[in-house]
């Protein structure tokens, strides 16, 4: 839709906002008018943190987390328990699992799930540098914490029989998360009922 009066540089800017999760076209064009109307405040500020994340953030070589560092902070900190590794979907998962602060391991991002209908194979997820990780780590237990959809049940049931032979434990989250539940919606307590009764598969 086009907006009366507004130049290319701003259509431009409301085009690419209502790409964004959870804005349309008109959100998108309250944003731009909220930034615009308060350009010391918001639109200037907001230019330098995007120019800022663009030029220094990277995907975490060893985990897939998004970090300033080759490494990201989870995976470089020595605290961390090496023989447990919880693998997530996505990295918004991830940070739903550290908003719990229960668990105290490492993390794998797979960068998705397998899908028949959308054409994603398991060589198009992160599934054979988990499972060099799970050797090279000595890891002992494999968390899957993937959302409780079709797909997220069938990408752990694919991980569990791949890793089979290597004898690490795999479980999966248990009660606590909904059937079709995604992660980055529950709450903190429900993420961590699930964590603590998790269960082989």
Known sequence: MVNAGAGP????????MARLPGLGPRSARRAVLAMVRRREVLLEPLAEAVAAVAENVRECTVC?????????????????????ICVVETVADLWAMERSGVFRGRYHVLGGVLSALDGVT??????????????????????LALNATINGQTTA????????PTGVQVTSLAQGVPIGGELDYLDDGTITAALRARRSL
Do not use: F, M, W
């Not at 540089?9 to 690419?16: F, T, V």
């Not at 997820?125 to 968390?143: C, F, G």
């Not at 049931?157 to 089979?164: G, M, Q």
């Open 9 to 16: 540089e701003i259509e431009r800017l409301i085009a690419l």
């Open 64 to 84: 897939g987390n998004i970090a300033t560092e080759e490494v990201c902070p989870i995976c470089a900190d020595p605290a961390r328990a090496t023989g447990e």
């Open 122 to 143: 398991p060589e198009a997820l992160r599934i054979p540098e988990l499972a060099a990780r799970v050797t090279s780590e000595k890891v002992q237990e494999l968390i």
């Open 157 to 164: 049931h694919y991980i569990a029989d791949e890793l089979r």
